[in-house]
Nanobody, 123 residues
Framework: QVQLVESGGGLVQAGGSLRLSCAAS????????MGWFRQAPGKGREFVAAISWSGGSTYYALSVKGRFTISSDNAKNTVYLQMNSLKPEDTAVYYC????????????????WGQGTQVSVSS
């Protein structure tokens, strides 16, 4: 059974940093794409970043490009989201997701989801 478990969320002041982790298990993830999405209060789930496990190619939402970095450690079956220069508008529940094939910005195309981890940025 595929499981994705996020960790690393918390409360941070504006301008600070957090690193989220997504531990993946239950499959060999070569050929998969991994994504990070977030959902702020009263809003829908929005794409943040994605990465290809095999090639390491990445893609970012414009709102986080230059501040966030997605990466993977294949030996540890873990995907990371390094978040720098955090802003109050980054406050959301962050979700890790996985899909077969190429990376996508659409949550509808992802097959597996973690439980989410809360990120709160104070001003």
């Amino acid at each position: 059974q595929v499981q994705l478990v996020e960790s690393g969320g918390g409360l941070v002041q504006a301008g600070g940093s957090l690193r989220l982790s997504c531990a993946a298990s239950g499959r060999t993830f070569s050929g998969y794409a991994m994504g990070w999405f977030r959902q702020a209060p009263g809003k829908g789930r929005e794409f943040v970043a994605a990465i290809s496990w095999s090639g390491g190619s990445t893609y970012y939402a414009l709102s986080v490009k230059g501040r966030f970095t997605i990466s993977s450690d294949n030996a540890k079956n873990t995907v990371y989201l390094q978040m720098n220069s955090l802003k109050p508008e980054d406050t959301a529940v962050y979700y890790c997701a996985a899909k077969e094939g190429s990376k996508s910005t659409s949550e509808r195309e992802y097959d597996y989801w973690g439980q989410g981890t809360q990120v709160s940025v104070s001003s």
